[in-house]
């Protein structure tokens, strides 16, 4: 079983930068793809960032590209998402997900991964 746990999420100004971390235990981390995605009250799951289990493979949603940046320590078995120049539009709860199987669903998508966290709640305010 694997377990994800967010943290670092808070309450900032537009135009501020807020790290938030995911910590993974149990199973094999390294060989794990892993994603953010983020929902808002009364809006679907909203994929955000990937990167694959060889690092250097990422990917990121056409609204937070540039800003936004997804990085992983397995040494830690955390995966980081380093957000930049926060909007308003940014404000919703983030969940980190691992993907542990091999699948033909787009990585954006909700049901490519296995596990998720409980999310940590980001607010962007002018």
């Known amino acids: 079983q694997v377990q994800l746990v967010e943290s670092g999420g808070g309450s900032v100004q537009a135009g501020a930068s807020l790290r938030l971390s995911c910590a993974a235990s149990?199973?094999?981390?390294?060989?794990?793809?892993m994603g953010w995605f983020r929902q808002a009250p009364g809006k679907e799951r909203e994929f955000v960032a990937y990167?694959?289990?060889?690092?250097?493979?990422?990917f990121y949603a056409g609204s937070v590209k540039g800003r936004f940046t997804i990085s992983r320590d397995n040494a830690k078995n955390t995966v980081y998402l380093q957000m930049t120049s926060l909007k308003l539009e940014d404000t919703a709860v983030y969940y980190c997900?691992?993907?542990?199987?091999?699948?033909?669903?787009?990585?954006?998508?909700?049901?490519?991964?296995?596990?998720w966290g409980q999310g940590t709640q980001v607010t962007v305010s002018s």
């Open positions: 997900a691992a993907g542990t199987r091999t699948s033909v669903v787009p990585i954006s998508q909700p049901s490519f991964y296995d596990y």
């Open positions: 990167i694959a289990w060889s690092i250097d493979s990422t």
């Open positions: 149990g199973g094999s981390f390294s060989s794990y793809s």
